[in-house]
């Protein structure tokens, strides 16, 4: 071996952070690639490929990117030991790694580069599966909960753990759920400071306007409950112990006091699960998108401002998944309904938003607008009022296509938000619903009409002599005087393909006199053509709410990767048959060997009889050709899709936690915009007034309580200029003039205002 595949083992001094030092020189077996190390806070191999640098990976032997460079190393035929001499890998490693990359199966080479521990068993979805299980039977059974939820874990994932792996989950388990519903054994002093066990009182007056019955005790806490009672069969208490004439303090998260009459409403509307959906409903308006980010939040602040919270993670997630196993969705839905006025809409905008779907489970694959792709995929059916309000959502794998999911949709949408049958409700849907079916069912249709564009539109239809009419749409931009002007004119007449149909043929110009043409498609020929063109062409706000909606409150949160095996969904699913496998390959087949019988054809055709290699050729391939065609008319063209997707252990993910979840994040939206309403038309700036809001309700402060009225003096982390400072103050004085009350249902009377740190002394106990 050449000298110059020895490693420098040399330590680097000092003088040399920054240089590259040589690591793996070339020789006969390796004439080109060459590693160098660069030493510093972060130490790096640069690797070369003759003279130029080909990649740049992390010098840790458990970083991904590492491993996969020994891996192509190792595959470029470079000396084995070579490598371990540089790098001090064990040649069954670097082999082990190289055979994963060679693989075509993706699984390997992630089984590979996760080491010995990509082999356990005890992987994520299965704990959060025993973690589910678990509170649901240890609380029944003492004795034979183990085994129980190992078999439903071999049932469900077919996988098959002992019960010594589990050990250490249960212990941690058994652990949280002590801790959580105060069972004997937990100290005195830890009862007094846990949520659960002892919960902020509230006024009588409070507890008769919700509705939920008075369980305190002599000390004003909750009874511990049963090890058998769910955490849900908790009850705040009504009696409130004697409060000091004025009491202040610093406060955090103070500002969500803003929301204060929805978190009331919610509570309200919630019954006897009000007050941890009020909880929820503030996380998110406080920024906390998930459960798992509630961990960021100041719980014991939050108790003084929403008079009872569920602090620990697992009782969250348990009594999230109990109550998506109930109606609570449907109520929540109809709760927000009510929050933006939807009796009054008659227009609506319906489009799927799609969600990659990155986890290991074996989910039904569709297109990704995201990364253009069809890969693992999750729908969520979402529903704007006209004015960019959303109103419903529905969640679903790709087992059916959009046209299938908008009409399984419609009856459930009406019956949930209790629109009367007889109401007249116009759809506006991308051009993702075109089909002729779903045309002539609109047009059938007595309570629904649909508009849409017309897809495969050609261009050059636009006849000057024929317009019917012109529109003008104003859009403002930054601030309110800022606005911008869209001129459409348009063709109104029956649509050529289905007369039945209703085409307007629009010319559009924007301000910088850019033109395009597209066609509108509508089964309703009595409303006006400007109305729709208007419709149609505002479907933005809706597009933008989707990422209104992710950014601020995380919309694509899976929040459970719970599943569904297909096999148990076998009875609810309407069967569809698709083309089968074999046949889909007898097809590719047939197709290539005629290409190739072709290309022969043709060379016989321009020079016959001048290659008996060719004829003989052309025999073989038109013999091949018949025995594939015979075999292919043997084979079923058509097989239930149901069947295959049971038979390839297909799953659909459990959607009822995020479908909770998420209808809160609905209410989170709105009632953030309806309270942005007033600031944003004093503030008349569009850029940032959402910035400056939101700071706002996420401020901390000062609360001053007594026993009739509490004063919350909010200090956002904003230097206000004067100008501000006035919209600000004038914005709280008549949110005072609305006389709100305390979410924690004490009935005291809120009054807001701005805090100055020049007022505010700061006294520090040692």
């Known amino acids: 071996m050449s000298t110059s595949t020895q490693c420098d083992s040399r330590e680097a001094s000092p003088d040399t952070t920054g240089l590259l030092q040589p690591v793996l020189g070339t020789d006969k077996r390796n004439p080109v690639f060459s590693v160098y190390r660069r030493n510093g806070p972060t130490a790096l191999l640069h690797v070369y490929y003759g003279v130029e640098l080909l990649e740049v990976v992390p010098d840790d032997h458990e970083h991904p990117t590492f491993k996969l460079l020994i891996g192509r190393l190792y595959n470029a035929n470079v000396s084995a030991r070579a490598l371990q001499q540089c790098f001090g890998m064990d040649r069954k490693t670097m082999q082990r790694w190289g055979r994963a990359l060679k693989s075509a199966d993706p699984q390997e080479l992630v089984s590979a580069l996760a080491g010995r521990g990509g082999h356990r068993k005890l992987t994520p979805e299965i704990r959060a599966f ?81 509705q939920i019955p008075s369980a305190s005790s002599s000390d004003g806490c909750t009874p511990a409950p049963e090890p058998v009672a769910a955490i849900a069969n908790q009850s705040p208490t009504s009696s409130t112990p004697p409060t000091p004439e004025s009491e202040s303090g610093f406060c955090h998260h103070l500002g969500v006091l803003l929301f204060s009459s929805v978190l009331l409403k919610l509570q309200v509307h919630g019954r006897d699960q009000g007050w941890l959906l009020k909880q929820w409903l503030a996380a998110l308006l406080l920024g906390a998108v998930n459960i798992e980010q509630t961990k960021l939040l100041d719980f014991e602040d939050l108790r003084r401002v929403l008079g009872r919270t569920l602090r620990s993670l697992f009782p969250q997630r348990t009594q999230l998944s109990e109550l998506a196993a109930t109606q609570r ?39 990704c607008a995201r990364i253009r792709w069809a890969d693992k995929v999750l729908h969520s059916d979402f529903v704007h009022t006209a004015a960019g309000d959303p109103v419903y959502l529905e969640c679903a794998d790709n087992y059916q296509d959009m046209r299938q999911r908008f009409e399984a949709l419609l009856p459930r949408f009406r019956q949930v938000l209790e629109i009367p049958a007889n109401k007249l409700i116009t759809w506006v849907i991308d051009r993702g619903i075109f089909s002729q079916e779903v045309f002539n069912k609109a047009i059938e249709a007595p309570d629904y009409h649909l508009i849409t564009w017309e897809k495969n539109y ?33 063709i109104d007449q029956s649509w050529a393909k289905n007369p039945k149909m209703r085409q307007l043929i629009v010319l559009a110009t924007n301000p910088k006199g850019r033109k395009v043409e597209v066609g509108i498609l509508t089964d309703d020929k009595q409303r006006p053509a400007a109305q729709i063109v208007h419709l149609i062409f505002n479907r933005w706000i809706q597009e933008n709410d989707f990422k209104y909606l992710d950014e601020h409150f995380g919309i694509n949160q899976i929040t459970s990767y719970a599943s569904v095996a297909y096999e148990r969904l076998e009875v609810r699913l309407e069967e569809k048959q698709i083309k089968s496998g074999a046949y889909k390959a007898l097809e590719k087949e047939l197709a290539q060997i005629k290409n190739q019988l072709g290309k022969l054809l043709l060379a016989e055709h321009q020079h016959p009889a001048k290659s008996t290699v060719r004829t003989n050729r052309i025999a073989q391939r038109t013999e091949e050709l018949s025995q594939v065609q015979a075999r292919k008319d043997q084979t079923a063209k058509e097989v239930s899709r149901l069947e295959v997707l049971i038979e390839q252990q297909m799953v659909r993910l459990d959607t009822r936690n995020k479908r909770l979840m998420d209808s809160l994040k609905l209410i989170a939206r709105n009632a953030f915009y309806r309270a942005l309403a007033p600031f944003k038309n004093a503030y008349n700036n569009y850029r940032d007034d959402h910035e400056f809001f939101r700071n706002l309700t996420q401020a901390d ?29 004038d914005l709280l004085a008549n949110i005072n003039a609305s006389d709100p009350r305390m979410p924690d249902g004490s009935g005291r009377r809120l009054r807001f205002d701005l805090a100055r740190k020049s007022g505010i002394q700061v006294a520090i106990d040692i």
């Open 130 to 210: 025993v973690a589910t299980r678990f509170l649901h039977i240890y609380p029944q059974t003492r004795n034979g909960y183990s085994q129980q939820i190992r078999n439903e874990i071999q049932e469900v994932f077919d996988v098959r753990v002992s019960g010594e792996c589990l050990r250490g989950l249960f212990k941690e388990l058994k652990a949280q759920l002590r801790d959580e519903m105060d069972e004997p054994g937990a100290s005195s002093s830890q009862d007094q400071s846990r949520e659960t066990a002892c919960v902020d009182p509230e006024q009588t007056e409070a507890a008769n306007l919700a």
């Open 329 to 367: 969705v449907d109520q929540l839905l109809r709760f927000n309904a009510e929050l933006v006025e939807m009796t009054q809409s008659h227009d609506f905008y319906f489009d799927p938003h799609t969600k990659h779907y990155t986890g290991m489970q074996n989910v039904l694959k569709g297109w």
């Open 458 to 490: 050609r261009r050059g239809q636009w006849d000057e002599s024929r317009r019917s009419g012109q529109y003008m749409l104003q859009r403002t931009r930054n601030h309110a005087q800022d606005k911008r002007a869209y001129r459409f004119e348009y």
């Open 701 to 729: 402060g000062v609360l001053r309580e007594s026993t009739d009225k509490v004063e919350a003096y909010l200090m956002p982390t904003v230097n206000y200029p004067p100008k501000m400072e006035k919209i600000v103050r």
